[in-house]
């Protein structure tokens, strides 16, 4: 009896020592990744654009720069193995190098790429559309006579699907104009529309997210006198109007930053990380926007994460992480590693959440000790039928002998609470 309760024990304490190491992998982290295969990681860059396929669980990379040139190469990385993937020259006439482009994914896996720019000066208006599943490129024509906007570079974009429609904001045309207009791409039915000027200050290079409820949400980026602003501003896309949302009394003012990258959590939080604060610096800070109280954090999360960088991507993943691509440094070094950020981290952080994680481990607990008396009532039961079995067998034998087995075997067996 007493193996039995020494092995509850130890199931007891590696339960309690999982939770507890759960606990600790649900604090802010930034996870190690093992590359299966660092070698095939493709060009270190900066501006490029990033999509996820969920299809297949891939991140797919398109474009961007170094000191070099610009490229028009599409990378896959694996996120089931954490590998990049091998393959050949795209079908289909893909878009020219560019970088600083803009990049969304439709419900249909389609991957549209709009403007840009390359390293030699050229800026760029047309679209294009990737086929992820038949990795093939084709351009999107539009009409003779339709309207086509200018072209841009450093603007953003996102997916509104309850209209069919891209909805691109800000960057900056070919002589370096900021742009202040909202630029909306009907991809059903192939058609461009321009809304009147009606919005903040204008930046390029700042990010845009989607929020729950249909809202852009634009921070950061850098305006027409080269400030880096800290500004944050929202477009209802439903009414196509920006709203009068300022920044809680109680937070904590950020620094302005561009180049950054930003994402929305399962919780409706954005999650911003990286940028370029000056001209000659870089931050390596995650920041998060509570979108419900209008109110930022600093956070520091575990784990090695990227160094200080701008012109990355950030790209929310089907298993509750953030990867992390490439950029440049301030010294204008380039990277093409890749990390990986547990956004359930910073799910887990507010306190109505922290009330959830307590009453479910109070469940789990309370499901451990239900366990242990189960365990102890079978035992007993099984030590008894064993006794009767003992006293039938040396039926008619010496009664005192038996009688002090008996006596030593009720001394030995305890409830498993009281041998604690």
């Not at 931050?283 to 998060?288: D, Y």
Request: hydrophobic content about 40%; charged content about 15%.
């Amino acid at each position: 009896m007493r193996k039995c309760n020494l092995s509850i024990v130890i199931v007891i304490i590696a339960l309690v020592g999982g939770g507890l190491g759960f606990m600790n992998f649900l604090t802010d982290s930034w996870i190690l990744i093992l590359l299966s295969n660092p070698n095939a990681a493709p060009t270190a860059v900066s501006g490029h654009s990033t999509v996820l396929n969920p299809v297949n669980n891939t991140l797919v990379i398109f474009g961007g720069a170094n000191k070099t040139a610009a490229n028009n190469n599409v990378a896959l990385y694996d996120l089931i193995n954490d590998g990049w993937i091998s393959k050949n020259t795209s079908k289909g006439a893909a878009p020219t190098p560019r970088y600083d482009h803009s990049t969304i994914v439709t419900q249909t896996n389609l991957m549209y790429v709009f403007g840009g720019r390359d390293t030699k000066g050229n800026v760029f208006n047309d679209l294009y559309k990737y086929d992820m599943v038949k990795d093939s490129w084709s351009q999107v024509t539009i009409g003779a006579g339709k309207l086509v906007p200018a072209a841009r570079y450093g603007h953003s974009g996102i997916l509104y699907s309850f209209t069919n429609e891209f909805v691109y904001w800000g960057g900056r045309n070919v002589n370096g104009t900021v742009l202040q207009e909202i630029v909306i791409f009907n991809f059903l039915t192939e058609e461009w529309r321009i809304l009147p000027f009606s919005a903040p200050n204008a930046v390029s290079h700042h990010s845009a997210v989607l929020t729950t409820a249909n809202q852009m949400v634009v921070f950061g980026g850098v305006t027409a006198t080269n400030t880096f602003t800290a500004d944050t501003n929202f477009y209802d896309l439903a009414s196509n109007t920006w709203l009068n949302i300022t920044l809680n009394t109680s937070s904590i003012a950020v620094s302005g930053r561009s180049g950054h990258a930003a994402i929305v959590t399962p919780i409706n939080e954005m999650l911003v990380f990286g940028g370029r604060t000056s001209n000659t610096s870089a931050s390596s800070l995650t920041l998060k926007y509570n979108l419900l109280y209008n109110t930022w954090e600093i956070i520091t999360p575990t784990g090695d994460g990227p160094s200080a960088r701008w012109g990355i991507t950030c790209t929310s993943t089907l298993f509750n992480t953030m990867m992390v691509f490439g950029g440049q440094s301030s010294d204008s070094s380039y990277f093409n590693d890749i990390y990986k950020y547990n956004i359930i981290t910073s799910v887990l952080r507010s306190s109505s959440d922290g009330v959830v994680l307590v009453v479910l481990l109070t469940i789990v607990c309370s499901m451990i000790i239900g366990l242990c008396f189960a365990l102890d009532i079978m035992a007993e039961k099984h030590e008894d039928e064993r006794l009767e079995r003992i006293e039938k067998e040396n039926a008619g034998k010496d009664g005192a002998a038996l009688k002090k087995l008996k006596g030593k075997q009720q001394k030995e067996r305890q409830p498993l609470f009281e041998t604690f």
